[in-house]
């Protein structure tokens, strides 16, 4: 059987598997799925429809699966997904979407106490959300980003794999892979290097960032020139709502 705190509130609809821990004060409402070893603490909330997968944990006074809060929906059920081992941590939001498509957090992600993922949200896996962050509707982020401690992102912005947004950063427009962005706006400010290191791009590729970054300021990026710049191109090709962030440094020339 599951270990269910007795003053914990739990849904007939729900479905526990029964490696699930449930602390005190928890309340799991509506039809929402946790997987083998989820871990709600005490007084978190999680709202269905949602899927909580593999060893996610949810810390106390957290509410995941919250209806979005966008004055046109009108409370029909719509869905969140949380990855495998991510991580939700105290006081943090999690909003389900406003239509078909669920919310999406992917595997292994730190959302930081107090940040806020809001709804239609796609994130990718291995990202981490600092403290006290706010992510606005829509907002999609590849592998290995990070945003920094209080900043703020836009409806409907695309950020790379492996960027680095700083604290505080007001972030309006789409960040590029592998960069580091900062500032009010938010500008290109250089290569996240700290981030490629841990994620084990050796230095060569360090490199060829670097060159596709100022590649793509300058405005002469094609995409064949290493695979990093290909990565890059593709994400200027793809669909964009906002524009991408100035760069803090003007062009060449």
Partial sequence: MSDIHPSAVVSADAELDPSVSVGPFAVIEG??????????????????PVLLETGVRVWPMAVVGGD??????????????????????????????????????????????????????RLGDRIVVSQG???????????????????????????????????????ARDVLPFSMVDGRPARHRRVNTPGLRRAGIPEHRDRAVRAALWAARDGTLTGDENEVAKVMFDFLRGPSRRGLADFAHPRRG
């Fill in 133 to 171: 962050a706010g992510l606005a509707g829509h907002v999609e982020i590849a592998d290995g980003a990070v945003i920094g401690g209080m900043a703020g992102v836009h409806q409907h912005v695309r950020i790379g794999a492996y960027a680095f947004v700083g604290g505080a950063a007001a972030v």
């Fill in 31 to 48: 039809p929402a799925v946790l997987g083998p070893r989820v871990h709600v603490h005490a007084h978190a909330v999680v709202r269905g």
């Fill in 68 to 121: 979005p809060q966008d004055l046109a929906y009108g409370g029909e059920p719509t869905g969140l997904e949380i990855g495998a081992r991510t991580v939700v941590r105290e006081g943090a939001t999690v909003h389900r979407a406003t239509g078909d498509r669920p919310t999406r957090i992917g595997s292994d992600c730190l959302i930081m106490g107090n940040a806020h993922v809001a709804h239609d949200c």
